[in-house]
């Protein structure tokens, strides 16, 4: 192992929430964000977020396929919500990529996360690696958090699913809520364009069986290698602060409860955080002001996120019976639109910048059944590799 290197800033994790702090470090210092995949490799995500969020981040370039409606079936009853703010399904490497193209002078590596030394020194890979600002990013695993000595995720307070990709189009982002074979979560089809993902989760973290329950899902006997890809995610809020180190992401809970949407979260809670350690390598604020500064943000929607929470666990402790008119009643116009105007202030995606201090004009709104750039994509390399086989 080589001598110790030291940066400004180091993020450990390269999915939605390390890019988007990392996106507001460039240019402050020197920066260095790691993973131990390449960027866009490794999704885990159902990938749909509100419109508004590929629309703030001028992200249009990953949008897959606009929603305006959300469906809910449970008990037999097929509950459809209007959606306030429409919802998107995007492409998750297009979306990393471009958020990772505009890292100016940000250094992307791939390492994995050895541990921490006693005098805070990281260890990447075979690098030895010191930085006046640390962000953990890693996910519900939060290694760097851990490393520290602080407490491991929660498994009381995990939720699983997986997911597969299947060649058909759909026109509504649609869940299926405690079913037979199901209880404990939700099955969820996600048209994405020139196809639909579909999905199985349990919100009690029971993970055996799930292939088998989405294999009956979709109507096949069984997947083929790496046809099914998914993992944990978090149904509670945790700390967004361990020690000196600014906790981002599904390693700090940031995964909505009960509707387990944490793209957006770990969007905009990264962008905080990487606002207040811009501020802290510019010399304009103590670190440890810059991380009471980013608890404060994140404490702010703790209610949100708690009422959030029970509600997920008394949808799974209360019979369907009950569930189902409760869900129904919130289908109302005017309840849907008050209670989906709390559930966007949890995270508010107004909050996002394209760049440090740059907010976006961009409006998707029109591209509703347009054939996307990253679609487009996926069907010229589809075409290529058909002539390279002919």
Known sequence: MSG????????????FAGLAAAGQLAGAGRVLLVDREPVGIGETSACATPLAVLERLDAGDALEQVHPEVVINVAGRRVAFEATYPFATFDYRTLCELLADRLDGVEIAVAKF??????GTLLLGDRRVNAKVVIDASGWRRVVAHALGFPPADRAHLSTGVETRSDHTGGVLEFWFRTRDRPDGIYWAFPAGDHVREGSASYLGNAKGLR??????????????????????????????????????????????FTAEGIRPALVFGQAAGREAR?????????????ARYRATVERSRRAFRILEVFQNWSFRLPVSVVTPIIRTSSWGPLSRILQKVYWAAADPDTLEVAPGRRSGTSLSDRQGAISPAIARRREVAETMVALGD
């Open 212 to 257: 088998e329950d989405l294999a009956r899902f979709v109507h096949i006997d069984q997947f083929p290698a790496r046809a099914v890809h998914g993992g944990w995610f978090p149904s509670q809020l945790g700390e967004p602060v361990a020690g000196r180190v600014f906790v981002v992401g599904d390693a700090a809970g940031h995964c909505l409860p």
């Open 114 to 119: 050895g541990g921490v030394e006693p005098d």
């Open 4 to 15: 110790t290197e030291t940066y400004d800033a180091v993020i450990v994790g390269a999915s």
């Open 279 to 291: 501020e802290v390598l510019l010399g304009n604020q103590d670190l440890d002001i810059a991380l």
